[in-house]
């Protein structure tokens, strides 16, 4: 089925999207980025960690309206982006576009989708042109039963996650009695997502100062990362899908499963990894095969 065109933009209500900067070098990787959503009606957000006046000018002028904010160093992205939705009324919006400054992990597969610049790009194609985006707005007006963009090899869920990290997610959902079901979420947390999917998440009632100052090493769980995957599931508890709308309906389905599975099956039979004591380490169906120090 061909999505029809949506041809008059003055008909949708805005968007807010917040830009979280963390890595200032990548301010204007993320400016143009922000430049494809030109054919729209949006009140942007940018939220820093410290002061970058040059930065802070050319936001002045190549986004006059846009809102600049410092905020405490706490909660990674997503702590800033719940102080940004706390300070708006949801109602006024029509989509939520959640972006930051995603710098690449040293991962310990180094295989992984987080080695180089792969994670990155992956949740930033949905704005890498006018057309794609265009194409993703078109595909959440046709489809009501869409809540959530993301890209498809990122969309995780239970048997995907990290189990110590679901855990945390589960008790916390019990701790705030939310019922458990099962959900996926994306991981990297830049989507699109209908504004009105997020009204209940505020029912939590978190603020910023609740949410730890960050720890870089991503080696425990914060309050962050639970938000990280509540993102998904107050999507999927209200019934809606989060599908990578840069492909058609059953092509992002077809994906996200391949994904699936690959991110299953694959460590068990090959595996590349940096260990902690700085050891290049090769494992083929669990069983060590080379090992080799390296140099920092």
């Known amino acids: 089925m061909v999505d029809k065109l949506v041809n008059n933009y003055s008909e949708i209500k805005p968007f807010l999207v917040h830009v979280h900067i963390f890595y200032v070098e990548m301010y204007y990787e993320l400016k143009q980025k922000l430049s494809n959503l030109s054919n729209y009606k949006y009140d942007l957000f940018f939220t820093f960690v410290k002061e970058y006046p040059d930065v802070f000018n050319d936001i002045h002028i190549s986004f006059p309206s846009a809102h600049i904010e410092v905020v405490d160093n706490r909660g990674f992205d997503v702590g800033p982006f719940i102080y940004t939705l706390r300070k708006v009324n949801l109602d006024d ?18 295989f992984s989708i987080q080695s180089g610049g792969r994670w990155r790009n992956s949740l930033f194609n949905f704005l890498d042109s006018e057309a794609i985006f265009n194409s ?41 009695n939310f019922p458990l079901i099962s959900y996926r979420f994306v ?11 997020f ?27 639970i938000y990280e ?67 920092r």
Do not use: W
Not at 99 to 108: A, V, Y
Not at 153 to 167: A, M, S, V
Not at 199 to 220: A, I, R, T, V
């Open 199 to 225: 009204k209940e998440l505020l029912s939590l009632e978190n603020s910023l100062k609740d949410f730890e100052s960050p720890d870089l090493s991503h080696e425990g769980c914060q309050l962050a990362h």
């Open 229 to 295: 995957r509540l993102f998904g599931y107050f999507v999927e508890k209200q019934g809606k899908q989060i599908i990578d709308c840069t492909h058609g309906l059953f092509y992002s389905s077809v994906l996200y499963y391949f994904y699936c599975i690959t991110r299953v099956v694959t460590p068990y039979i090959f595996s590349v990894r940096v260990t902690k004591r700085n050891k290049i380490l090769i494992k083929i169906f669990k069983i060590p095969v080379f090992s080799k120090s390296v140099k």
């Open 93 to 110: 919006y029509s989509y939520i576009i959640k972006l930051h400054t995603k710098r690449s992990l040293d991962s310990k597969n180094i």
């Open 187 to 197: 991981a990297g947390t830049m989507f699109m997502v209908r504004a009105s999917l």
């Open 136 to 176: 993703v707005v078109q595909r959440l007006e046709n489809n009501p039963s869409i809540g959530m963009h993301g890209a498809a090899n990122l969309i995780f869920n239970r048997y995907t996650d990290p189990r110590k990290t679901h855990k945390a997610c589960e008790e916390y959902l019990k701790e705030k």
